[in-house]
Protein backbone atom coordinates (compact mmCIF):
# COMPACT_ATOMS: atom_id res chain seq x y z
CA UNK A 1 0.00 0.00 0.00
CA UNK A 2 1.67 3.52 -0.79
CA UNK A 3 1.87 6.23 1.16
CA UNK A 4 -1.50 8.33 -0.04
CA UNK A 5 -3.75 5.09 0.54
CA UNK A 6 -2.06 5.23 4.10
CA UNK A 7 -3.14 8.74 4.46
CA UNK A 8 -6.62 8.32 3.29
CA UNK A 9 -6.95 5.26 6.26
CA UNK A 10 -6.12 7.92 8.57
CA UNK A 11 -8.38 10.22 7.15
CA UNK A 12 -11.79 7.29 7.29
CA UNK A 13 -10.63 6.18 10.39
CA UNK A 14 -10.66 9.29 12.17
CA UNK A 15 -13.67 10.75 9.93
CA UNK A 16 -15.78 7.29 10.92
CA UNK A 17 -15.32 8.16 14.36
CA UNK A 18 -16.44 12.05 14.55
CA UNK A 19 -19.50 10.80 11.77
CA UNK A 20 -20.63 8.53 14.86
CA UNK A 21 -19.79 10.96 17.49
CA UNK A 22 -22.30 13.75 15.34
CA UNK A 23 -25.11 11.30 14.97
CA UNK A 24 -25.24 10.36 18.36
CA UNK A 25 -26.06 14.28 18.90
CA UNK A 26 -29.07 14.09 17.70
CA UNK A 27 -28.77 17.40 15.94
CA UNK A 28 -31.93 17.79 13.33
CA UNK A 29 -30.62 18.28 10.30
CA UNK A 30 -32.70 20.55 8.23
CA UNK A 31 -33.79 22.59 11.80
CA UNK A 32 -37.17 22.89 11.02
CA UNK A 33 -40.73 20.86 12.12
CA UNK A 34 -42.47 19.98 9.13
CA UNK A 35 -46.24 19.25 9.02
CA UNK A 36 -47.98 17.21 6.37
CA UNK A 37 -51.06 19.13 4.69
CA UNK A 38 -53.42 17.65 2.03
CA UNK A 39 -52.06 18.58 -1.59
CA UNK A 40 -53.65 21.62 -3.08
CA UNK A 41 -55.97 20.66 -6.37
CA UNK A 42 -53.70 21.87 -9.28
CA UNK A 43 -55.48 24.38 -10.72
CA UNK A 44 -55.11 23.37 -14.61
CA UNK A 45 -56.55 19.59 -14.12
CA UNK A 46 -55.84 18.56 -18.07
CA UNK A 47 -52.82 19.68 -20.05
CA UNK A 48 -54.02 19.29 -23.42
CA UNK A 49 -57.21 21.78 -23.04
CA UNK A 50 -54.45 24.26 -23.13
CA UNK A 51 -53.02 25.72 -26.26
CA UNK A 52 -48.84 24.78 -27.02
CA UNK A 53 -47.84 28.41 -25.86
CA UNK A 54 -50.43 28.16 -22.81
CA UNK A 55 -48.43 24.88 -22.06
CA UNK A 56 -44.91 26.42 -22.23
CA UNK A 57 -45.49 29.70 -20.29
CA UNK A 58 -47.45 26.83 -16.96
CA UNK A 59 -44.34 24.80 -17.73
CA UNK A 60 -41.92 27.59 -17.74
CA UNK A 61 -43.63 29.22 -14.47
CA UNK A 62 -43.41 26.02 -12.73
CA UNK A 63 -39.34 25.42 -13.98
CA UNK A 64 -38.76 28.91 -11.70
CA UNK A 65 -41.04 27.70 -8.71
CA UNK A 66 -38.58 24.53 -8.86
CA UNK A 67 -35.35 26.41 -9.37
CA UNK A 68 -36.37 28.50 -6.10
CA UNK A 69 -36.45 25.14 -3.83
CA UNK A 70 -32.88 24.88 -4.07
CA UNK A 71 -32.26 28.41 -2.31
CA UNK A 72 -29.22 30.50 -2.24
CA UNK A 73 -29.14 32.24 0.82
CA UNK A 74 -26.70 34.60 2.92
CA UNK A 75 -25.10 32.70 6.16
CA UNK A 76 -27.42 34.21 8.62
CA UNK A 77 -30.10 32.58 7.41
CA UNK A 78 -28.19 29.18 9.49
CA UNK A 79 -27.78 31.10 12.85
CA UNK A 80 -31.94 32.31 12.43
CA UNK A 81 -32.55 28.55 12.34
CA UNK A 82 -30.79 28.05 15.68
CA UNK A 83 -31.75 31.50 17.27
CA UNK A 84 -33.47 29.60 20.13
CA UNK A 85 -31.12 26.49 20.28
CA UNK A 86 -27.56 25.82 21.20
CA UNK A 87 -25.17 28.76 22.11
CA UNK A 88 -21.97 26.26 20.76
CA UNK A 89 -23.71 26.42 17.27
CA UNK A 90 -24.73 29.91 17.28
CA UNK A 91 -20.87 30.69 18.12
CA UNK A 92 -19.51 28.31 15.35
CA UNK A 93 -21.87 29.94 12.81
CA UNK A 94 -20.00 33.16 14.03
CA UNK A 95 -16.82 31.55 12.70
CA UNK A 96 -17.95 30.32 9.80
CA UNK A 97 -19.65 33.55 8.95
CA UNK A 98 -15.58 34.87 9.24
CA UNK A 99 -14.62 32.63 5.71
CA UNK A 100 -18.36 32.19 3.87
CA UNK A 101 -21.00 34.25 2.61
CA UNK A 102 -23.73 32.39 1.40
CA UNK A 103 -25.17 28.85 1.52
CA UNK A 104 -27.06 26.92 -1.19
CA UNK A 105 -29.58 24.12 1.17
CA UNK A 106 -29.82 20.91 -0.82
CA UNK A 107 -32.90 18.73 -0.69
CA UNK A 108 -32.90 16.53 2.37
CA UNK A 109 -34.20 13.34 0.88
CA UNK A 110 -30.96 11.30 1.36
CA UNK A 111 -29.55 12.07 -1.71
CA UNK A 112 -27.98 15.54 -0.98
CA UNK A 113 -24.30 14.62 -0.84
CA UNK A 114 -24.27 13.41 -4.30
CA UNK A 115 -26.62 16.71 -5.42
CA UNK A 116 -24.74 18.93 -3.69
CA UNK A 117 -21.31 17.66 -5.08
CA UNK A 118 -22.97 17.52 -8.62
CA UNK A 119 -24.13 21.00 -8.52
CA UNK A 120 -21.15 22.72 -7.17
CA UNK A 121 -18.51 21.15 -9.20
CA UNK A 122 -20.73 21.94 -12.42
CA UNK A 123 -21.39 25.20 -11.47
CA UNK A 124 -17.49 25.52 -10.91
CA UNK A 125 -17.35 24.77 -14.44
CA UNK A 126 -20.33 27.22 -15.60
CA UNK A 127 -18.48 30.33 -13.74
CA UNK A 128 -14.57 29.39 -14.82
CA UNK A 129 -15.32 28.16 -18.13
CA UNK A 130 -12.53 26.14 -17.20
CA UNK A 131 -12.22 23.51 -20.71
CA UNK A 132 -9.24 21.99 -19.50
CA UNK A 133 -10.54 20.36 -16.13
CA UNK A 134 -13.34 19.63 -18.34
CA UNK A 135 -11.10 17.61 -20.77
CA UNK A 136 -9.38 16.07 -17.43
CA UNK A 137 -12.59 14.81 -15.90
CA UNK A 138 -13.90 13.41 -18.83
CA UNK A 139 -11.00 11.04 -18.91
CA UNK A 140 -11.72 9.91 -15.26
CA UNK A 141 -15.35 9.61 -16.37
CA UNK A 142 -14.37 6.82 -19.20
CA UNK A 143 -12.16 5.24 -16.79
CA UNK A 144 -14.97 4.94 -14.11
CA UNK A 145 -17.25 3.45 -16.83
CA UNK A 146 -14.66 1.00 -17.67
CA UNK A 147 -14.38 0.10 -14.26
CA UNK A 148 -18.14 -0.78 -14.15
CA UNK A 149 -17.69 -3.25 -17.29
CA UNK A 150 -15.20 -4.80 -15.95
CA UNK A 151 -16.96 -5.09 -12.83
CA UNK A 152 -20.00 -6.93 -14.43
CA UNK A 153 -22.16 -4.30 -14.57
CA UNK A 154 -24.71 -4.39 -17.35
CA UNK A 155 -23.87 -1.41 -19.72
CA UNK A 156 -27.73 -0.21 -19.65
CA UNK A 157 -27.87 0.28 -15.83
CA UNK A 158 -25.71 3.15 -15.94
CA UNK A 159 -25.09 4.57 -19.67
CA UNK A 160 -27.57 6.81 -19.65
CA UNK A 161 -26.74 8.33 -16.37
CA UNK A 162 -23.01 8.63 -17.39
CA UNK A 163 -24.38 10.69 -20.74
CA UNK A 164 -26.33 12.82 -18.56
CA UNK A 165 -23.41 13.99 -16.66
CA UNK A 166 -21.08 14.44 -19.92
CA UNK A 167 -24.10 16.55 -21.49
CA UNK A 168 -24.39 18.51 -18.47
CA UNK A 169 -21.01 19.16 -18.61
CA UNK A 170 -20.85 20.10 -22.52
CA UNK A 171 -23.87 22.69 -21.76
CA UNK A 172 -22.19 23.99 -18.79
CA UNK A 173 -18.87 24.56 -21.16
CA UNK A 174 -20.97 26.11 -23.75
CA UNK A 175 -18.34 25.81 -26.43
CA UNK A 176 -20.17 27.09 -29.82
CA UNK A 177 -23.18 28.13 -28.62
CA UNK A 178 -23.64 29.87 -24.90
CA UNK A 179 -23.70 27.74 -22.18
CA UNK A 180 -26.82 27.46 -19.95
CA UNK A 181 -28.00 29.50 -17.16
CA UNK A 182 -27.57 29.22 -13.50
CA UNK A 183 -31.06 28.68 -13.42
CA UNK A 184 -31.46 26.30 -16.06
CA UNK A 185 -28.26 23.85 -14.51
CA UNK A 186 -30.42 24.54 -10.90
CA UNK A 187 -33.68 22.98 -12.69
CA UNK A 188 -30.99 20.08 -14.16
CA UNK A 189 -29.72 19.61 -10.87
CA UNK A 190 -32.94 18.39 -9.16
CA UNK A 191 -32.73 15.43 -11.63
CA UNK A 192 -32.77 12.33 -9.83
CA UNK A 193 -30.09 10.66 -12.62
CA UNK A 194 -28.09 13.13 -11.45
CA UNK A 195 -27.35 11.43 -8.18
CA UNK A 196 -28.06 8.06 -9.96
CA UNK A 197 -24.92 8.68 -11.43
CA UNK A 198 -22.46 10.13 -8.29
CA UNK A 199 -24.16 6.48 -6.91
CA UNK A 200 -22.64 4.31 -9.61
CA UNK A 201 -19.29 6.05 -9.75
CA UNK A 202 -19.19 5.24 -5.58
CA UNK A 203 -19.99 1.85 -6.19
CA UNK A 204 -17.31 1.75 -9.25
CA UNK A 205 -14.57 3.01 -6.90
CA UNK A 206 -15.07 0.89 -3.65
CA UNK A 207 -15.68 -2.56 -5.78
CA UNK A 208 -12.57 -2.11 -7.75
CA UNK A 209 -10.58 -0.65 -4.65
CA UNK A 210 -12.40 -3.39 -1.92
CA UNK A 211 -9.16 -4.49 -0.51
CA UNK A 212 -8.24 -0.67 0.36
CA UNK A 213 -12.13 -0.04 1.41
CA UNK A 214 -13.26 -3.54 3.41
CA UNK A 215 -11.74 -2.21 7.06
CA UNK A 216 -14.01 0.50 6.90
CA UNK A 217 -16.96 -1.23 5.54
CA UNK A 218 -16.78 -4.32 8.17
CA UNK A 219 -19.61 -3.82 10.40
CA UNK A 220 -21.52 -1.12 8.63
CA UNK A 221 -23.37 -3.67 6.84
CA UNK A 222 -26.11 -6.11 7.80
CA UNK A 223 -24.15 -8.96 9.91
CA UNK A 224 -20.62 -9.50 11.29
CA UNK A 225 -19.85 -10.66 8.08
CA UNK A 226 -20.55 -8.30 5.79
CA UNK A 227 -18.87 -7.60 2.55
CA UNK A 228 -18.15 -5.21 0.08
CA UNK A 229 -20.25 -5.70 -1.98
CA UNK A 230 -23.15 -6.08 0.36
CA UNK A 231 -22.11 -2.80 1.32
CA UNK A 232 -22.31 -1.16 -2.20
CA UNK A 233 -25.63 -3.18 -2.84
CA UNK A 234 -26.99 -1.80 0.74
CA UNK A 235 -25.50 1.25 1.26
CA UNK A 236 -24.26 2.99 -2.00
CA UNK A 237 -26.60 2.24 -4.62
CA UNK A 238 -29.97 2.69 -3.44
CA UNK A 239 -31.60 5.79 -3.66
CA UNK A 240 -31.67 7.60 -0.58
CA UNK A 241 -28.75 6.56 1.73
CA UNK A 242 -26.60 8.93 3.42
CA UNK A 243 -23.18 9.63 2.38
CA UNK A 244 -20.50 9.06 4.87
CA UNK A 245 -16.34 9.45 4.75
CA UNK A 246 -16.21 6.42 2.70
CA UNK A 247 -18.43 7.50 0.13
CA UNK A 248 -16.55 10.97 -0.52
CA UNK A 249 -13.58 8.96 -0.38
CA UNK A 250 -14.44 6.72 -3.02
CA UNK A 251 -15.81 9.77 -5.50
CA UNK A 252 -13.26 11.69 -4.78
CA UNK A 253 -10.77 9.21 -5.89
CA UNK A 254 -12.49 8.31 -8.81
CA UNK A 255 -13.48 11.54 -10.43
CA UNK A 256 -10.18 13.37 -9.54
CA UNK A 257 -12.04 15.75 -7.52
CA UNK A 258 -10.96 17.25 -4.18
CA UNK A 259 -13.75 17.67 -1.73
CA UNK A 260 -13.83 19.95 1.80
CA UNK A 261 -16.69 19.05 4.29
CA UNK A 262 -17.15 21.44 6.97
CA UNK A 263 -18.77 20.07 10.09
CA UNK A 264 -21.45 22.29 12.21
CA UNK A 265 -21.76 19.87 15.08
CA UNK A 266 -22.29 20.11 19.26
CA UNK A 267 -19.28 18.73 19.64
CA UNK A 268 -16.50 20.90 22.80
CA UNK A 269 -14.80 23.66 21.33
CA UNK A 270 -10.59 24.15 21.83
CA UNK A 271 -9.92 25.39 24.99
CA UNK A 272 -8.43 28.47 23.11
CA UNK A 273 -12.45 29.86 21.67
CA UNK A 274 -14.48 28.44 19.65
CA UNK A 275 -14.00 26.52 16.21
CA UNK A 276 -15.27 24.38 13.33
CA UNK A 277 -13.58 21.51 11.94
CA UNK A 278 -13.17 20.54 8.46
CA UNK A 279 -11.71 17.90 6.39
CA UNK A 280 -10.23 17.63 3.00
CA UNK A 281 -11.02 14.80 0.74
CA UNK A 282 -7.80 15.23 -1.66
CA UNK A 283 -7.99 12.63 -4.30
CA UNK A 284 -4.84 9.77 -4.48
CA UNK A 285 -3.92 10.89 -7.54
CA UNK A 286 -1.65 13.60 -8.68
CA UNK A 287 -4.04 15.26 -11.65
CA UNK A 288 -6.35 17.02 -9.09
CA UNK A 289 -7.46 20.61 -9.82
CA UNK A 290 -6.72 23.16 -7.16
CA UNK A 291 -9.06 26.20 -6.05
CA UNK A 292 -5.75 28.22 -5.49
CA UNK A 293 -4.29 27.63 -8.64
CA UNK A 294 -1.10 26.92 -7.46
CA UNK A 295 1.73 24.35 -7.57
CA UNK A 296 1.17 24.07 -3.12
CA UNK A 297 -1.18 21.58 -0.98
CA UNK A 298 -4.39 21.25 -2.98
CA UNK A 299 -7.81 23.46 -1.91
CA UNK A 300 -10.84 22.15 -3.13
CA UNK A 301 -12.77 24.70 -4.55
CA UNK A 302 -16.33 22.54 -3.73
CA UNK A 303 -17.38 23.16 -0.19
CA UNK A 304 -19.92 21.34 1.53
CA UNK A 305 -21.96 21.96 5.45
CA UNK A 306 -22.31 18.85 7.18
CA UNK A 307 -25.21 18.47 10.06
CA UNK A 308 -26.01 15.01 11.10
CA UNK A 309 -27.71 13.63 8.64
CA UNK A 310 -27.24 16.31 5.61
CA UNK A 311 -24.93 18.01 3.41
CA UNK A 312 -25.60 21.72 1.58
CA UNK A 313 -23.40 23.72 -0.10
CA UNK A 314 -20.77 26.74 1.20
CA UNK A 315 -20.35 29.70 -0.74
CA UNK A 316 -16.41 31.19 0.84
CA UNK A 317 -15.98 34.98 0.66
Request: aromatic content about 10%; overall charge negative; glycine content about 8%.
Amino acid sequence: MNSSEDSQKTHLDAGLCQETMQNQEGLQADGITVSVTPAPKPEYDDWLTFPDDDVTQQQSEFGREEAEKFPFEPLSSLAAEYQSGSTILLEKIKVLGEQYAAIRRTRGDGNCFYRGFMFSYLEHILETQDQAEVDRIKIHVEQCRKTLQSLGYAEFTFEDFFALFTEQLESVLGGDEAPISQDELLLRSRDQAVSDYGEFVTAGEIRKRSEFFEPFIVGLTNGANGTVEQFCKSSVEPMGEESDHVHITAISDALGVPIRVVYLDRSSCDAGGVSVNHHDFVPAGGDSPNASGSSGPITPFITLLYRPGHYDILYPK
